[in-house]
């Protein structure tokens, strides 16, 4: 008989609160609602809380940790949990069943994960942060690379694909207003925009033509970030800077974008490639290390900077330009529905990492199972 799926899921950390603000914690109150103004689209939140609904996890509890606004959270329509003041606070919702899955291993989660080791399935995605290294992590979900191993410390690597909610970021009647949306999200250096605004006045240069640009996000501090008002005047760049913007309106940016440039050199496969591609945006990036396979292998919807300076930017993006055509867009879609659909790809592979946990002990040999049924040519989760 097979058991009852329980997961907690810690979805991030603002910090812990001090011990003097954790009197005044209500668990029973509300917390500040902008802890969940648009969670619900979030893809983890949209992937467990379709599990849930479904009935491939039976209990489920999301738990932030913040030093403020602390209490009640509906992450996800008819999906609960707490912000908590300190993780501390979540070891009262976990029994022998439950699985823990970490997004983020955050310095101040290591000793109460740490004390979990052998009691639960302890899960994290923290690609390319070093904290995926901890050596008693049970399953570490790998976007970066292909992988399905068992390390030299006992960790499972399973390949994860990062879920994006395609109900919302689908390629919908293309409004042709901007040639390049730029990066997405927060602006600052390692996010590589100002390369973007660069490579844009470079190109108005050689070739005499003013690509229209959006660029998301807001504006942070950094040598390079805070030239970049400077440079789009200077030039007289054709950029438009909305600001922050919800994820409501970022797609309709990717719908009116031909391209998705995201330049940066740090980071751990940003959602902004995911999400554009799924709206049906070619994407260019700078580095396929950074990024999942699913962005960047297929030369057809994607491409790759060859020469990491303006005028080889330039360059790349005329080509592109030169070559688009709008049915590009449904290829890029199709292609991406393909490797990472939510419906067909991402939730039966995420179903069976699940049954496979709740119906095995975090132990070596049940780690191998899941190795082996991982392996391609092997399935049927006979749990």
């Given amino acids: 008989m097979k058991r009852r799926v329980k997961v907690v899921f810690l979805f991030t950390s603002n910090g812990a609160a001090a011990p003097g603000q954790i009197k005044s914690w209500k668990p029973d109150h509300p917390c500040d609602p902008h802890y969940v103004q648009h969670h619900s ?42 912000v908590v003041p300190h993780i501390d606070f979540v070891n009262q919702h976990i029994t022998e069943d439950t699985i823990i899955f970490a997004r983020g291993g955050f310095k101040g989660w290591h000793n109460f994960l740490k004390a979990r080791k052998g009691k639960n399935w302890l899960v994290v995605y923290a690609a390319n942060t070093g904290r995926e290294k901890w050596d008693w992590w049970d399953v570490v979900l790998h976007d970066l690379e292909n992988v399905n191993k068992i390390d030299s410390a006992g960790r499972y690597w399973h390949y994860f694909l990062k879920p994006v909610d395609q109900d919302l970021f689908r390629r919908t009647e293309f409004n042709d207003r901007y040639d390049v949306c730029i990066g997405a999200n927060h602006i600052h250096d390692k996010k590589g925009q100002w390369k973007t605004i660069q490579a844009l006045a470079t190109y108005q240069d050689m070739f005499g033509e003013k690509l229209r640009a959006v660029l998301p996000g807001g504006l942070r501090r950094g040598i390079e970030t805070n030239n970049i008002p400077y440079l789009i005047k200077q030039h007289g760049l054709n950029v438009v800077m909305p600001g922050m913007v919800p994820r409501e309106k970022m797609k309709e940016i990717y719908n009116s974008s031909r391209l998705f440039v995201h330049l940066t050199y740090h980071g751990q ?69 393909c490797e990472s659909d939510f419906t067909d790809v991402i939730l039966p592979r995420m179903t ?17 199972k899941m190795c082996e049924y991982f392996t391609p040519g092997v399935g049927s989760c006979n749990c």
């Avoid at 996890?57 to 030093?67: G, H, M, Q, R, V």
């Avoid at 069976?352 to 191998?368: C, G, Q």
């Fill in 352 to 368: 069976d990492i699940f049954y496979l946990m709740a119906n095995n002990p975090p132990t070596m040999e049940s780690k191998e």
């Fill in 41 to 82: 689209t979030e893809g983890y939140m949209k992937m467990l809380g379709t599990m849930y609904k479904m009935g491939h996890i039976d209990d489920l509890k999301i738990f932030y940790e913040s030093n403020r606004g602390h209490g009640l959270a509906e992450f996800y329509p008819g999906v609960y949990g707490e």
């Fill in 269 to 337: 496969n940003d959602r902004g490639p995911l999400e554009a591609m799924s709206c049906g945006c070619h994407v260019v990036i700078l580095t396929p290390s950074r990024h999942s396979p699913v962005v960047w292998k297929d030369k057809r919807t994607s491409t790759v900077i060859e020469h990491n300076h303006p005028v080889g930017i330039a360059q790349q993006l005329r080509h592109i330009m030169s070559t688009w055509q709008l049915g590009h867009r449904r290829s890029v879609e199709q292609y991406f529905r």
